[in-house]
């Protein structure tokens, strides 16, 4: 299947502090890239959707100027997490579509472990 | 009640095992239906994939649906070690991927 690579693995950082988390699509051009979030032992949340070169569509109860997804190219989509609390402590995982976001065709990123100190 | 319902587990067996896992739902529209296998500490990866009811099989994998009870079910055949893993449903009314609906997942432990 195709590869997409996310990075960092992990990260830890103060809060307050801003991190940025990359999700790319190494062997196909992704024109959708969508970004969850997942707690322990629950399912994957769907956090936004993002189409190359258009601004993110975000779901409901997720902070648009909390969590900055910039889709710039056809292969990177990134998340950055701004002023990050411990709350905002998870498991980020990003997945891409080459086929405008069909369920078929949708391959996950290996996720980023954020910890907010 | 959540649209879709799995058991957490954990569920543990032995080598060779035939697994069974399965997801509930509510939501009649779903068309779409998906099983995805998580490793600790990475990203989902599909498994099984079925439009409307039926069996698929995939090598040891048999993903059935049966929409008139609202329930889809995963086997594993001659369960390995190396199945050991999260298993986690998905489904949707459309193929679109941003109407996927994830189930919680199902910790799995193949002993050898």
Redesign the interface.
Known sequence: GAVVSQHPSWVICKSGTSVKIECRSLDFQATTMFWYRQFPKQSLMLMATSNEGSKATYEQGVEKDKFLINHASLTLSTLTVTSAHPEDSSFYICSASGAGGYTGELFFGEGSRLTVL | QKE?E?D?GPLSVPEGAIVSLNCTYSNSAFQ?F?W?RQYS??????LM?TYSSGNKEDGRFTAQVDKSSKYISLFIRDSQPSDSATY?C?M?HS????Q??????T?LTVLP
């Open positions: 879709v799995q957490p779409y998906m995805y500490r990475k990203g989902p990866e599909l994939y986690l998905a949707s193929g679109s991927a941003r996927l609906t994830f189930g919680s997942g910790q």
